[in-house]
């Protein structure tokens, strides 16, 4: 458990008994007071919950997963914050960047919320690894405010360990979150980890949950608030518990490869690779480790459906894998079994390419042409049917008019 007692008080506050803005009616007042001053809108709600709160805290992160998660689009933050998708309730968003709150009001947020005084519940989304107090010497890692009646420095952790016991779900948000990330790689002098590490396999939230993970480095920010979305569904009484797999992940978002929904997979079917960046073929001999890689960027995008590794001609690096990033180092290097993989695709592969390219242009040909030269003017030579692919049209024939008495 951490050592919270390592912490100083704070050297510079000569004052921590600030008076704390308590009027709901000012605008710098904490939410979680601001709040309770809004009618509810019983037009906007359906079930029990007019609206939960959502404590985006955030450790070793880089910022990089709320860059994210503004960019979803099914449903879009506003519009859980103005509360107006159906089902859903209002979500009162407490965020170390874009609460209107700052300071102490801010803090009082979290401070109400691990005493139980919120007026509605809860739940926290978690950004960036969990560095390791008991390491951080005689200072800390992370800091988030401080105790008003002693001054010292409270550290996210702290809130944490505080919060997560009334939380209606602990939802870590990104790779670092989940498995530790880039902070937890080799050497991590922090002793970075994830919360489900952190917070160990016993840990239930209100609702009974254990830690959910969305990973990613970014994650697509859809996928964060899609899984937000369902747990709200299911706090609200409208939808069952979704399908998490045994790390903790929305099993619909993770289950597949990145390689099955890839644009360049029908490349490695063929057994044709990219010889360099630019290259349209498949990128695995440069790489990429999207055959077994759970991850669903290929087929979602990054925004709105768009962008995305491998639409945009990236590599995949494993970023969303609990094995990252140590396992998928070097990056940029044929991952050790491309080379099995990949010379049996180009043997395979190869041959099944040359049938296609046959049947294909067996296709193109109507059956008005089929002994004929294409009547096209743009045909560049000679075009009858020749050899194999006369033979090819007389093997598809026959087979597929085997039950109307041959070939035609
Ligand atoms: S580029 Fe990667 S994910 Fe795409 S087909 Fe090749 S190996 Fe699979
Ligand atoms: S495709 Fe690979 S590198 Fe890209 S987001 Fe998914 S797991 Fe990360």
Not at 42 to 68: N, R
Not at 263 to 268: D, E, H, I, W
Not at 314 to 331: E, L, S
């Amino acid at each position: 458990m951490v050592q919270y007692t390592k912490v100083p008080d704070h050297p510079h506050n000569e004052n921590p008994l600030l008076p704390l803005i308590t009027d709901p009616a000012d605008p710098l007042a904490p939410i979680a007071l601001r709040s309770t001053l809004l009618e509810p809108n019983t037009d906007q709600f359906q079930g029990p919950l007019e609206k939960v709160y959502l404590f985006w805290i955030v450790g070793a992160s880089c910022d990089g997963c709320t860059i994210a998660v503004t960019g979803a689009t099914h449903p879009r933050l506003e519009d859980l914050l103005l509360g107006r998708v159906p089902g859903l309730p209002r979500v009162e968003l407490i965020h170390t960047v874009v609460s209107v709150e700052s300071g102490p009001e801010w803090t009082e947020n979290l401070r109400m919320a691990a005493a139980g005084e919120l007026d509605a519940p809860f739940l926290i989304c978690w950004e960036g690894s969990i560095m390791d107090e008991t390491y951080s010497g005689d200072g800390y890692w992370m800091g988030l405010g401080e105790d008003r009646e002693t001054g010292r420095q409270i550290t996210s952790l702290e809130w944490l360990d505080r919060m997560a016991p009334k939380a209606a779900a602990v939802v870590a948000v990104g790779t670092c979150a989940t498995w530790g990330g880039i902070p937890a790689a080799a050497n991590n002098p922090t002793n970075a980890k994830g919360v489900m590490d952190h917070l160990g396999k016993d840990y239930r939230s209100t609702l009974g949950l254990p830690v959910v993970n969305v990973p990613g480095c970014s994650p697509v920010g859809d996928n964060i608030i899609e899984t937000a979305a369902a747990a709200l569904l299911f706090l609200n009484g409208l939808a069952p518990l979704p399908e998490f797999d045994e790390l903790g992940r929305p099993a619909w978002l993770f289950t597949e490869t990145v390689h099955r929904h890839c644009p360049r997979a029908g490349y490695y079917e063929e057994g044709v690779f990219a010889e360099e960046y630019g290259d349209k073929e498949c990128l695995v001999e440069l790489g990429c480790w999207g055959p077994v890689v759970q991850c669903n960027i290929a087929e979602r995008g990054i925004v709105d459906g768009h962008g995305g590794c491998m639409n945009m001609g990236g590599i995949c690096i494993g970023c969303t894998m609990p094995g990252f990033p140590d396992k998928f180092a070097p990056f940029y290097a044929a991952p050790p079994g491309s080379f099995l993989s990949g010379t049996t695709s180009r043997a395979v592969g190869g041959f099944i390419r040359r049938v296609r390219r046959l049947t294909m242009h067996d296709k193109q040909r109507s059956v008005r042409w089929q002994d004929d030269e294409l009547p096209s003017g743009w045909a560049r030579y000679k075009t009858q049917p020749v050899g194999a692919e006369k033979a090819v049209h007389r093997f598809y024939s026959k087979v597929q008019h085997h039950n109307d008495g041959g070939s035609q």
